[in-house]
């Protein structure tokens, strides 16, 4: 720890400012920013201040950060709290890295331009494993060793949190602790932490940061991971992941919030002074997902759902609105048609919108649960398209992947949409699902085909015969994340998925459709990140040192270079991608406990193996291990 905070602030030029695209993301000044006066004066006057400085970094750049719900929320849980003031840095484009490097300019934060080194708490958030690469920017450009066993007790603590964490270890040991879960109230606990250890700077007997690190690690959902060490087999596979340092748990288990209307949310968010990726204020319906689609990660982790009333929906609704100023409220949730009193918040909501001319938007619709009633609760917003995920072209895939809806399910909500109004529809679908075939492939342009029809003929009978639907389809690559039932399965090769994305183009030809796709070698490098283990921190270390980071946009992203470098440290990209897993493998992730148990995981994907789907866990019980948290649908 450092012994003082002295006030040191980055200062960038008009001509600096100039001289990159989109100063706005490096000025901060916006509406709902927190500085801490009291803070700042103990600076100036003493060179120190007794306050936890916290900067809450988001490897990416601003228009991306500031589009994420869980940054504004945990930015409002640290700067509610006495004596603890939290400010927001971001990765610098490419063009102001070079600035900062070439001036030997420190990486700073918004609020006071303070250089990150001199706070007392980095905590990084992990939305996606695209972005590792971009924490050790962050780092370099503050002047940080990477690794936590090369900091000293002068570096700052830090920290990582967000759903890529249920697998850190290709970046674990460059955190000194990684927070497994919801942060809201453990965040609360470990700042209570921070204060303690800072006063004792003060004193005759500091603490040392071994210390703090010890205390942090008996608070649940807190993970150390130089607590940890794995032992390989002579194939590459892990043998074992043991305890290192007495007192460790053998698993750590993650953090929920039980109270959803009592858990603070940011009802006066900062509003940024330039168009960020989603440009509009959020309301949480609820957390979790009673579907159990065998893919998706998040449907597992986040269990169990918990639901906010609507009373507090409504009350957070109107305070948004008038706070912020935004014109479209987004209601966030993962699978928005599931929350149970969707019909009175509409009835809320929708009235009181309409009169001030804000919209309110439904994402996460789910086919099977899609209404005339809902659609005309919400017909007086703007009819700004409609997205759905059928995942999947034939009835086979989507029964093996537990989608739970029906090929009468999509038309009939799409029958129901176009009659409504609605010309514009998003089609999410994956390729290289487990047993796909190229019938299934072909069962996409078949799906989307009669949905083309559809269309015509709700026109021609509802009048509309001179509008034409707008129709995208979009893939995106299987990838076998952690904690799903698919976790041991192979992926697609690279060959075979190009070869599936061309015989679909072929067959999706026509005025009305367009065919996007996702690249395919982003999603096998993601694939290798998501499974991989801690052999993977000196490839990274290395590809960054090469320039490589914004892995995540595809102008940036060198595919070949990471081969290379995984090739140069004895690693294939077949073991951690394509290569099946045994069930018996010890997995990366195998010392983490997500609250559901690897049996039902294993039932699940026997299950998808024999076309069986499980019903919605809202309906009965399926003793996946989340009822263990007695909160939620599962206390219900």
């Known amino acids: 720890m450092k012994e003082n905070n002295a006030d040191h602030r980055v200062e960038l030029s008009r001509g600096d400012l100039l001289a990159v695209e989109n100063p706005a ?15 700042q004066q103990q600076l100036q006057a003493e060179g120190f201040t007794s306050y936890v400085r916290f900067a809450l970094c988001f490897p990416d750049i601003y228009e991306i950060a500031m589009s994420n719900l869980a940054m504004k929320i945990l930015y409002k849980v640290l700067n509610d709290m006495d004596g603890v003031a939290c400010e927001r840095a971001f990765s610098p484009w490419k063009d102001m890295d070079r600035l900062m490097r ?14 990150l080194r001199d706070f007392d708490v980095l905590g990084f958030s992990l939305q996606y494993e695209m972005c590792f690469t971009n924490v050790l920017q ?74 703090l690190i010890r205390e942090a690690s008996k608070l649940k959902g807190v993970y150390v991971p130089s607590y940890y060490k794995f032992d390989y087999n002579e ?19 993650k953090r929920i919030i039980s109270d959803m209307d009592g858990v603070t949310f940011p009802t006066k968010p900062v509003v940024p002074h330039t168009k960020i990726v989603h440009d509009r204020a959020y309301l949480e319906l609820f957390r979790g997902c009673s579907r159990g689609c065998r893919f998706c990660q998040a449907g597992f ?20 609105e008038a706070a912020t100023g935004y014109d479209e409220i987004g ?53 700004t398209g409609l997205t759905f995920a059928p995942e999947a072209g034939t009835q086979r895939l989507r029964d093996v992947v537990n989608k739970g809806i029906t090929e009468e399910d999509i038309l009939s909500s799409l029958e129901l949409a176009f009659a409504g109004g609605w010309q514009r529809v998003k089609l999410y679908f994956m390729l290289g699902l487990p047993t796909e075939t ?44 952690p904690f799903t039932p698919f976790q041991w399965e192979a992926q697609d090769s690279i060959e075979s998925l190009r070869e599936k994305q061309r015989v ?56 070949e270079d990471w081969m290379s470098i995984l090739e140069s440290h004895g690693l294939s990209l077949h073991f951690f991608g394509p290569r099946p897993r045994d069930i018996d493998e010890v997995l990366p992730w195998d010392h983490i406990d997500i609250g559901v148990r690897k049996d039902y995981l294993l039932r699940e994907r026997e299950m998808a193996y024999r076309g069986k789907t499980t019903a919605p866990c809202h309906g009965g019980c399926k003793a996946c291990g989340a009822s263990e948290y007695n909160v939620g649908v599962c206390h219900a």
Request: hydrophobic residues 40%.
């Open 438 to 481: 190229m019938e299934d492939v072909l069962g996409i342009a078949q799906l989307a085909r009669r949905i083309e029809k559809l269309f015509f003929e709700v026109a021609n009978r509802e009048g509309l015969k001179r509008r034409r639907p707008d129709i995208v389809v979009s893939t995106s690559m299987f990838i076998p994340k």
């Open 331 to 383: 209601v966030l949730s993962l699978s928005t048609s599931d929350y149970s009193a969707l019909p009175d918040f509409l009835d809320n909501m929708v009235s009181p919108f309409e009169e001030r001319h804000t919209s309110l938007s439904l994402p996460s619709l789910r086919l099977d649960s899609f209404s005339l009633e809902l659609m005309e609760k919400v017909s007086g917003t703007r009819k």
């Open 235 to 253: 194939n590459g596979t892990i043998k074992s992941i043991d305890t290192c340092v007495e007192g460790a748990p053998k698993s750590i288990q």
């Open 25 to 39: 993301r490096y000025v901060g000044g916006e509406w709902g920013e927190v500085i801490k006066p009291e803070m």
């Open 102 to 115: 070439d001036k030997s300019l420190s990486l700073f934060s918004l609020e006071t331009k303070s250089p």
């Open 504 to 559: 679909l183009a072929e067959a999706l030809k026509s005025r009305n459709i367009k065919y996007s796709w996702h690249d395919l070698k982003t999603s096998a490098w993601e694939a290798v990140l998501a499974r991989g283990d801690r052999r993977l921190l000196k490839v990274l270390i290395d590809g960054y040192r090469q320039g490589l980071f914004f892995d995540a946009w595809d102008d940036c992203f060198r595919f």
């Open 138 to 211: 962050m780092l370099d450009l503050s002047g940080i060793p990477f690794l936590a066993s090369e900091r000293s007790e002068s570096d700052p603590i830090i920290i990582a949190g967000g759903p890529v964490v249920y697998n850190a270890e290709p970046i674990a040991e460059v955190f000194d602790l990684v927070f497994l879960g919801e942060g809201e109230e453990v965040l609360v606990e470990f700042m209570d932490l921070m204060k303690a250890y800072k006063a004792s700077f003060q004193s005759t007997e500091p603490m040392s940061k071994a210390f």
């Open 301 to 320: 982790v986040y269990r169990p759902v918990r639901e906010k009333s609507v009373d507090t929906l409504c009350g957070q609704g109107f305070e948004v």
